[in-house]
């Protein structure tokens, strides 16, 4: 049987495929890196352009190269995450090919074939599937929500507040994205926050650093059972900070369902709106993985160790907590990277053994 085309190849260039393509480089492993997008910054791309890490530049680094000191204070902006990933894919050469819009990845005797767009694909001993979140954005089920005439966002396609200028804006979500957009929005508009519970707002002097060592020891299962800060917690990052200041950061619990104009309250008030912000997260972006029979109804593929249990030539990372601690982050992709790659190393190794 001819050889495949790579030992392996890692669908997504975003900060999950770069950590995993520094590791593969070191170890000798011949790969390729297949991104969607038009050049480098993957998921950064599509952010609002004031959205700010939580964490500092030194706890916000990929693996060989950290990032520089912010200029914006003390959290890195959004464009600085992009020049950083732009540099870093320059710094070490990777083969990345963009863009490639991989459309689905099937089984072929001991391969297996990841096709593109187009017709083209490609045949590899391993894939490692790196598309993350930002391409399946979540947005919950409302009563009456294709009734409602105002705009309806997701903080996917949120990029700045100039839509929302003179207006009465719904922001639904209390994570880090409902907060940072919150500040933004109220600035220029009247704003209602709307989350499921009261938001948990972090001492002013908390980043990301302790939110990355939680999630790390709950995923160890060596966490504080009275530690219960979490990734959903609110970072004060300045712009935060300096909504508080303004009276801003109040919330209120779930309408009941939409109107035309609006929504219900559960005690039988409405209220008009003509906006609505959704910052409700994302799922797992692997329609491409469904020919494999290995996606959940939720999106995630059942994993060992990232590795799939269904399909051991199939691994993820990138994707959140369940494909390793704070995986979806720029440390944590890092650190997911470190552990994963040996694993798919030693799995080459083993199947080069048995043939």
């Known amino acids: 049987m001819s050889n495949p085309d790579h030992d392996v190849v890692v669908i997504g260039g975003g900060q999950a495929g770069l950590a995993i393509a520094w590791y593969l480089k070191r170890a000798g492993i011949d790969f390729i890196v297949l991104d969607a997008e038009d050049r480098p910054g993957g998921a950064w791309l599509h952010t609002w352009g004031s959205l700010s890490l939580f964490s500092p530049a030194a706890w916000s680094s990929l693996p060989g190269w ?42 072929d005797m001991d391969w297996l074939r990841v096709r593109l767009k187009g017709g083209h694909n490609l045949t590899a001993r391993a894939v490692v599937s790196a598309t993350g979140t930002w391409g399946a954005p979540y947005v919950p089920d409302y009563a009456g929500q294709e009734i409602f005439r105002g705009v309806q966002i997701h903080s996917a396609h949120y990029r ?62 060596d966490f504080d059972e009275d530690a219960t800060t979490t990734l959903g917690d609110i970072v004060m990052v300045p712009p935060v900070q300096e909504a508080r200041d303004r009276g801003v950061l109040g919330s209120v619990r779930p309408f009941v369902r939409f109107t035309e104009t609006g929504v219900v309250w559960e005690n039988g008030s409405e209220t008009q709106v003509d906006a609505v912000l959704w910052c409700t997260g994302f799922r797992p972006a692997t329609e491409h993985l469904k020919s494999l029979g290995v996606v959940e109804p939720d999106g995630r593929v059942r994993v060992i160790g990232q590795q799939s249990e269904a399909e051991p030539r199939l691994w993820l990372a990138g994707y959140g907590n369940w494909t390793g601690a704070a995986s979806a982050t720029l440390i944590g992709a890092g650190r997911t990277a470190r552990d994963l790659v040996p694993r798919i190393h030693k799995a080459l190794r083993d199947a080069t053994q048995d043939s």
């Open 66 to 107: 950290p990032m520089p000191s912010s200029q914006s204070e003390h959290f890195p902006m959004r464009d600085e995450v992009i020049d950083y990933l732009t540099h870093y894919e320059e710094r070490y050469d990777f083969p990345i090919e963009r863009p490639c819009h991989v459309t689905d990845v099937e089984r």
């Open 160 to 221: 700045n507040s100039r839509l929302f200028a003179g207006k009465q804006v719904m922001v639904i979500g209390g994570g880090n994205s409902g907060a940072q957009i919150l500040a933004e929005v109220s600035k220029v508009a009247s704003t209602i926050w709307v989350t499921r519970e009261e938001p948990i707002f972090l001492p002013d002097d908390v980043d990301g650093r302790i939110l990355f060592q939680r999630a790390s020891a709950r995923v160890r299962g």
